[in-house]
């Protein structure tokens, strides 16, 4: 009988174990961390490329963008939220474009949880989005970032050697464009 416990327990943890390393491989990115290794597509769109600092064809990775900061949201056109938010990103957006000190410095992107090159451009019509967005139709990006819900955002700082680290992460809540910047500027001492 007590083999057959001894048995059973070693069963059970064999099957338990990997269930718990995969569920903690795929929590949402942390502050002080770095980002999961992401391949997005440099845009075609030249002034996109500008703004992002990059230039030629084929895929970069977010570290790789011209700036100190980059603020990732992940949304999603059919995130009720996610479209609330849009108008007050935008905001953030032209806050950071029209400030001299900053403009060169923070860079925004959006990554497209599940939606095809077509819905990332419809959302980028519908609300007139000035930054760029991509697609993350196989939910890959969304799955490397421990499959989190939208709109969620992720800042990171690129050091002077190109390594990074996050800085912010934030599940909804936007609390409208300057308060966020205020946030970001604070946590990644550029203020």
Known sequence: MKRFFLYLTSVILLVLIPVFLASGANKPPEKGEQLPAINLPIPKNT???????????GFFKIPQIRAKLVIIEIFSIYCPYCQKDAPGVN???????????????????????????YEVGVYKNNYTVPF???????????KACGEVRTPYFIVIKINEDGTHQIIHTQLGNYPGAEAFLELVLKASGLK
């Open 47 to 57: 002034d996109e490329r500008t703004y992002l600092g990059l230039s030629g064809s």
């Open 132 to 142: 760029p967005l991509f697609p993350d139709k196989d939910f890959e990006i969304h």
């Open 91 to 117: 905001e953030l957006y032209r806050l950071i474009e029209n400030n001299v000190d900053l403009k060169d410095k923070i860079k925004l992107i959006g990554l497209g949880a599940g939606n095809s090159s």
